[in-house]
């Protein structure tokens, strides 16, 4: 009897992850956005730099999207680590 | 906060990395590359083994000479070699852990992360030390350029072993 009463008004467990929010998460996207922005900045004015090589300046461009490509990736997959 | 942390060496790896007078984004550099491994080899907050506890406390101290040296208040340049003796410790602590680890699964992941690091650690240092002997001599710009070219290549590869452990 008991079982079936928790089965009605408890909620049903779940596998998949709870949904992220709260001030934490807001700060965590300020942030994100602030050293995207910079990294942007920090790219293009190595961009800017007239006394460096093209071929350098070319393979810190590819670096810098490399990074910025997998750090989406990385926030992403960070709930899912932390609960292993 | 390893996606924050890349983004922060996206900007502290834009520069010349032989530079040895850009104290900041070398501080950045170093430490961040520290603090990456460390959350790689410590994601469940455990300090096994035990000795890795003295490898934290070495990296803040490393860290506060880092700081000290970049506000002019430390005449040294001590913190490149004492951040690159902490990067291998840390290594050698991620290492000691998937050693250690039984799930297979969570073998399989720090495997490519392991790997992504020692390949891509072994190019900065090697970079690292071709622009040393360099600036004691004068080096021709298909020399600069290689070293470059190693150094980035380090970092993407690092890069690269972080995201192929997590879409596996």
């Known amino acids: 009897m008991t079982g079936m009463m928790a089965a009605l008004f408890l909620p049903a467990a779940s596998d998949s992850l709870p949904s992220l929010g709260g001030r934490l998460f807001v700060a965590y996207r300020i942030a994100w956005w602030a050293l995207f922005a910079l990294a942007v900045v920090a790219a293009g004015t190595a961009l800017l730099e007239p006394s460096t090589h093209p071929l350098i300046l070319g393979l810190r461009l590819t670096k810098s999207i490399v990074l910025m490509a997998v750090s989406p990736s990385c926030s992403a997959a960070e709930p899912i680590l932390s609960r292993r | ?168």
């Open chain 2, 1 to 168: 906060m390893m996606g924050l942390s890349f983004l922060l060496w996206t900007a502290s790896s834009s520069v010349n990395f032989a530079d040895a007078s850009l104290a900041w984004p070398l501080l950045l550099d170093d430490s961040g590359f520290t603090v990456r491994i460390c959350i790689t080899a410590f994601s469940d907050g455990r300090w096994t083994p035990r000795w890795t506890r003295a490898v934290a406390i070495a990296i803040l101290l490393v860290f506060l000479v880092g700081i000290l040296e970049a506000l002019g208040l430390f005449s040294t340049r001590s913190f490149l070699p004492l951040a690159i003796g902490c990067v291998l410790l840390t290594l050698s602590a991620l290492l000691a852990r998937y050693k250690s680890l039984t799930s297979l699964m969570a073998k399989q992941q720090l495997k490519w992360v392991a790997l992504g690091l020692v390949v891509g650690i072994s190019l900065i240092l090697s970079a690292r030390a071709g622009a040393a002997v360099a600036a004691r001599s004068t080096m021709p710009m298909t020399g600069t350029i290689l070293l470059e070219c190693l150094f980035q290549l380090g970092i993407v590869i690092i890069a690269l072993g972080f995201l192929t452990s997590l879409l596996r």
